[in-house]
């Protein structure tokens, strides 16, 4: 790599032409094609192809999202199956993902598309920025990957090789360090092969440039990164500070009345919207089985009548970005159905399944 790069002070380097990033680019694109992994939405240049993947990948790595890539465009091939599908069918097929107000935009964006460009996937950039769900990144890698537009890809990858790379101290999450590292990111850009040289950048930092031990020795970038040869991998990128992290306590009932059960559909302005559990009794702190059993939300909800408790299980933990969930289930059997169970949805326990709920209350679906 070409050391006059690595020498720049941070300003200088912002300054200069796309030609004097040459080196970093041959450099990057050498290493990419020999360590690239052969992933199916490589091999298209469908835009729906590839919003899917770019979607499923956010907040998800790629090992656990492959499947959920191959399931999910088996059954929603192209946008008009996805968007005259049924939302909770298209929220049953992401069981386990998590977000899943990825796949409500989804939803959603495929409807938008079916109405406001009759069907066909934009083509301009300002178009698909516009679509429900889709930010810089994922409108940049679209427009890069599907009609190889010069629009470079920032993700979390791409920050950390550019802030080691070249040594820079300002946040990743600061709006100074967005703008930032989006001006150098776009001066990066091989604007003859734009949807090349974003996977390679992205790659880079998934497989070379890792989070943690990140493979130094045989990094073919080592000559000129500022951060190692500085010594100061471990301290880059840099962060604004950690998000606050709010504890939560669930305590499911899972009511069992015959050869029925009860759910309720989560509502907007919290986590799981529009997911299927049991009816649930929130509380400030953990709660043991014997007090929650005494309180007046479950008397309520079973009408103070008796019951056979059927199982019980222990405290999980669920970690969220921004949430705890400390949750327990209970599972009772009532001789008849309490008025507060009026305003739940009955079912039969044998389609207890086939309703889209969280990864939690999956876990807890095993009381069954």
Excluded at 240 to 253: H, M
Excluded at 270 to 282: A, H, K, S, V
Aim: hydrophobic letters at 35%.
């Amino acid at each position: 790599m070409h050391s006059l790069i690595a020498r720049m002070p941070i300003n200088k380097r912002f300054m200069n032409t796309n030609d004097d990033f040459k080196p970093f680019r041959q450099a990057l694109a050498t290493w990419y094609q020999s360590n690239k992994r052969d992933l199916p939405w490589r091999h298209t240049t469908d835009p729906y192809i590839i919003w899917i993947s770019e979607i499923i990948l956010q907040q998800t790595q790629v090992v656990q999202g492959l499947g959920y890539f191959n399931r999910f465009i088996e059954r929603f091939p192209n946008v008009k199956s996805l968007a005259e599908a049924p939302l909770d069918e298209v929220l049953k097929l992401w069981q386990g993902l998590g977000y899943y107000s990825r796949a409500r935009n989804l939803h959603a964006s495929a409807q938008q598309i079916m109405i406001q460009f009759h069907g066909e996937f934009p083509t301009e950039h300002a178009q698909v920025l516009s679509l429900k769900g889709i930010g810089e990144y994922t409108a940049a890698a679209i427009c890069s990957f599907a009609y190889q537009q010069p629009f470079a890809t920032i993700d979390g990858n791409v920050y950390r090789v550019l802030a080691r790379y070249f040594g820079i101290d300002t946040p990743i999450d600061s709006t100074e360090g967005k703008k930032l590292f989006s001006v150098l990111a776009t001066e990066l850009l091989d604007r003859e092969h734009p949807d090349t040289h974003n996977q390679a950048m992205m790659e880079f930092g998934a497989l070379q440039c890792t989070p943690s031990s990140p493979n130094c020795d045989a990094c073919p970038l080592q000559n000129s990164c500022i951060a190692y040869n500085h010594k100061r991998i471990t301290e880059l990128p840099k962060k604004v500070g950690k998000t606050s992290v709010r504890a939560r306590y669930f305590n499911y009932i899972f009511v069992h009345l015959d050869t029925k059960t009860y759910l309720r559909q989560r509502g907007p302005k919290d986590i799981w919207q529009g997911l299927y559990e049991f009816p649930l009794i929130e509380t400030t702190q953990a709660t043991n089985v014997e007090e929650l059993l005494k309180s007046e939300p479950f008397q309520t909800l079973t009408d103070g009548q008796s019951f056979t408790i059927l199982g019980t299980s222990p405290t999980k933990k669920h970690v969220l970005s921004h949430q705890h969930i400390f949750a327990q289930c209970i599972h009772i059997k009532l001789d008849k159905k309490a008025t507060a169970l009026n305003q739940y949805t009955e079912i039969d326990l044998k389609n207890l399944h086939d309703y889209p709920t969280s990864r939690l209350m999956e876990l807890f679906l095993e009381l069954k």
